[in-house]
């Protein structure tokens, strides 16, 4: 944990104003599974009720509780991303690092050197600088896009740290129409958002 805090506090030093940098490949990405591993492993052990939300082409929805057991597999989007913080994946890819003065945010952005050769399309992380408390990473942004003769998919994932994930699924089968799926999981969603 004390490598992303000294790693979260180095981005405090990013100029203001929406300015980017791209950053060479020699320096160590965020580590986005191993993160998104330890939220899995926190809900694996809280005693928060687990809800799970499908809804089908915006027209239907499926609403249940479900046991902390499922929440891994519902969680498996997000497990079977790639580790691009490890050497071997990192060099395929590019970061950019920005900060949104409208919505107080540094954002870690990663994209493909070749986007062709990748499935993983964008990652993006939202972190919250804050001096007092230490920063906070608020939100994990996925893209997967897999095209291929069996049809096209596209898998756009958001992760709200300690709160809930969306993966929304929009699949098309050769000559077939195209169908979206969105899966909301929540565990510990503040009311009022």
Known sequence: M?????FLSAILLLPSACKQKKIENNEKFFPVLSFIRSQVVSVDT????????????????????IKREAFRVLAKDFLDIPDI?????????????????????????YKPIDPDKEELQKQEVLITPDVATGDKVTS?????????????????????????FLVTTTRQKPGQPETITTLKVTWNERDNE
């Open 46 to 65: 809280s005693l928060y009720s687990i809800k799970k939300i499908v809804y089908t082409d915006s027209l239907h929805s499926d609403t249940e509780y």
């Open 2 to 6: 004390k490598y992303l805090l000294i």
């Open 85 to 109: 913080a490890d050497k071997k994946s990192s060099s395929r890819f590019v970061e950019e690092r920005s900060f949104d003065e409208t919505l107080n945010r540094v954002i870690l952005s």
């Open 140 to 164: 994990i942004i996925i893209e997967k896009v897999i095209s291929d003769s069996n049809g096209f998919l596209q898998k756009n994932m958001l992760w709200q740290v300690d709160q809930s």
